[in-house]
Every structure is written in C-alpha cells, then in structure tokens.
C-alpha cells in the first residue's frame, strides 16, 4: 500500500525535484511541529515540574508562541525558497535532488528492508554528531557567537520548539550536515533509498526537540545508552554556555575535555591534584 501510493504520487507530480521537495517539506514540518506539541502539553502540566531540569524557569505559553513564529518564519523563507527554485531551475546541480540522484540515491520502489534503514541509520548518527561537534564548537568562538549562535542561546532554559530557533546560516551550517551526511554515504557505497533518509531526518528531529526539552526522566535514554547525549546533556550547555557541544552522543565532549556536568568537573579536579601531586 505504501508503496503505490509513493509511485503515485511521483506520476501524479511529474516532476521529481518538486514532489522531493514538497515531502521534504511538509514532513519537516509535521514532524518538528508535532514533536513539539507534548512538550508545550507538558509543559503546562504541573505534573511533570518535578522533571523539569532548570524547574524555576518554565517557558511561558507567550514564549513558546514566539518562538513558534520565528522558527515559522525560518522554514518559510529558508527552506521553502529552495522549493521554488528547485520549480524553476530544475537543472542546477546544486539542489538537494539532482545532487542526490547524481551519487545514486534512490526514490523508487521497492523500498529498503527494515534492517538496511536501521544500520544505515546509525551510521548517519555517528557522522553527523561529528559534524555538528566541531562545528558547534566553532560557533562558541567569540566573533561567530556573536554573529551567529547567539540567537539559538536567547533561551538559557531551552524547550521543544527552541530545538531550530537560531539563525538562518547556524541552520543551514548545522542540517548540511543532517544532509551530507546520507549523500556522502551514498557516494561511497551506491546504497541509499530517500525513504531511508526521511526516517533518519524524523528521527534526527526527534532527538534535537527531545534534546531541547528541558526535561529529565527515570526512562531518559541515556539511562539505558550512557553514550546517549539527551536532555541532561544539552540543557547544561544552553545554562552554561560551554561544553557540551556534540548532538546526539557524548562522547567527543568526553575526549575532547569539552564535557560540562558534575562528573566531568570532578574528574578535572581529581585530574588536577593527581598532576600536582607527580610534580
């Protein structure tokens, strides 16, 4: 069923960079927005106040709504353009489309087995997390805080919707890495279905607004994947504004002595004595 009616909608179309690109977009959207929605839900919720990470700074329904606007604002006339582009010129190499069939990505059927999407997937979190480490970190850098990042750091207690809120060049630096990363793989093995990257952008989203939730559980994920970043992780990083740079695992922050959290100060300080004490 799901595959007629992905060939459908391609004939229906006919013109493959515009159909691409309007699932592209609409998924973005309903998944972003809808992941958010919990968040807002819960947010309200007295309930859960005892998970909340900073408790004393619950975003405001206004807040939230602003935030929405912008990050609206954003989709609408960062990402949606290339839409439009890709209508008109659908010859130029650079867009996303033509670049992605050119380097062997698929948008036919059938579709990849379940375990084909799944270690496909894993990979695509392990390369984009170096990507966004590095450069995340460059973005704390004095001048490109400043010109850029600073922004997405307006929230110090962040939330769901804030996961995009930031300026259109840290957007577009940050999800060309979301994007490279699938198309790179494909360059390289010749092996990637575009089915296989839309669950990777869901779930890629999923993990940036869950990340930006403020919230801490008993059933987190880290606490089964103690690599896993998650809440904890990034929600120090907007308090402090230092350390924690990487997205979805920890562990270039902990290579790097770029991690910030009770554990990491107390292995600098332990480290520290240990040095003095050789000297």
Known sequence: MAERLWVAWYAWMQNDVLATGIMSFAMHELFYFGRSLPWILIDSLGFFKKYKIQSSKVPSLREQWDCAKYVLLSHFT??????WYAMLLPSMEWLFHPMAQYFGLSTSIP???????????????????????????????????????????????????????????????LGFGTVSCPILWCAFTGSLHILTMYVWIVLRLFQAIDAHSGYEFPWSLHHFLPFWAGADHHDLHHEKFIGNYASSFRWWDYLLDTEYSPDALKRRREGKVMAKKTQ
């Open 111 to 173: 579709f990849p087995s379940p375990w084909t999407m799944t270690y496909q997937i894993a990979i695509f979190f392990v390369m984009e997390d170096a990507w966004h480490y590095f450069l995340h970190r460059s973005f704390h850098w004095g001048p490109l805080y400043k010109a850029i990042h600073k922004i997405h750091h307006q929230y110090s207690a962040p939330f769901g919707l804030a996961a995009e809120y930031a300026s259109p060049i840290e957007v577009m630096v």
């Open 78 to 83: 960062v990402e949606l353009p290339q839409i």
